[in-house]
């Protein structure tokens, strides 16, 4: 069975700093897809950057890019230039590609605090 | 992708009754997945919800506590049965995009049972 592990349940940082939240899984399989959501205090889960473990380069989205370490399963999120609005939830999730059940598998999550 | 309209948002209810939350899709989908989210925790699967066959629930859930109803390719409602304090959570739909795109969700309901 797949795991995912949050090891930060909260982390803060300075408006405009650079903040990376970690990310490790377990897994047996070797196509799968990652992905990073953003839960505000508004409940809306927002997806935030996905990953193909067939990819080598991370992937990126504005200010949010990822450092996927395949081998030592590991999949990092770092938010750079961190605004006020990123103040957020954010869960690690692993989905197995093709999987017959097609679920996601949700990490603990790290509550993210950027301050002023 | 997709976009889902959930409802209610929030409820408060008292213990022994039963609320049903609805999520509506702009779009026909095969499945439909219910989650749970307790205070302070991360998104625990309920259940899988199929147009036209029993929802298949995940161990701890039964179809007595949170039946489902999934009529068309584009709606599905959970109840939560007789509640107790316990049931107090977020509950959120979702469904599946297209492998990489990942899922969408709901808002979300934000049950409080007193």
């Known amino acids: 069975a797949q795991t995912v592990t949050q090891s930060q349940p909260e982390m803060s940082v300075q408006e405009a700093e650079t903040v990376t939240l970690s990310c490790t899984y377990d897994?047996?399989?070797?196509?799968?897809?990652l992905f990073w959501y953003k839960q505000p205090p508004s409940r809306q889960m927002i997806l935030v950057i996905r990953?193909?473990?067939?990819?080598?380069q991370n992937a990126t989205e504005n200010r949010f890019s990822v450092n996927f370490q395949k081998a030592a399963k590991s999949f990092s999120l770092k938010i750079s230039d961190s605004q006020l609005g990123d103040t957020a939830m954010y869960f690690c999730a692993f989905l197995l590609y093709g999987g017959s059940q097609g679920n996601l598998i949700f990490g603990k999550g790290t509550k993210l605090s950027v301050k002023p | 992708s997709a976009v889902i309209s959930q409802k209610p948002s929030r409820d408060i209810c008292q213990r022994g009754t039963s609320l049903t939350i609805q999520c509506q899709v702009d779009?026909?989908?095969?499945?439909m997945f219910w989650y749970r989210q307790q205070p302070g925790q991360s998104l625990t699967l309920i259940a899988t919800?199929?147009?036209?066959?029993?929802?298949?629930?995940e161990s701890g859930f039964v179809i007595d506590k949170f039946p489902i109803s999934r009529p068309n390719l584009t709606f599905s409602t959970l109840t939560v049965s007789n509640m107790s304090p316990e049931d107090s959570s977020i509950y959120l739909c979702?469904?599946?995009?297209?492998?990489?795109?990942?899922?969408?969700f709901g808002s979300g309901t934000r049950l409080t049972v007193v």
């Open positions: 779009s026909q989908v095969t499945m």
């Open positions: 919800a199929n147009q036209g066959s029993e929802a298949t629930y």
């Open positions: 897994t047996s399989e070797n196509n799968y897809y």
């Open positions: 979702s469904v599946e995009g297209m492998g990489r795109d990942g899922y969408t």
């Open positions: 990953q193909e473990a067939y990819k080598q």
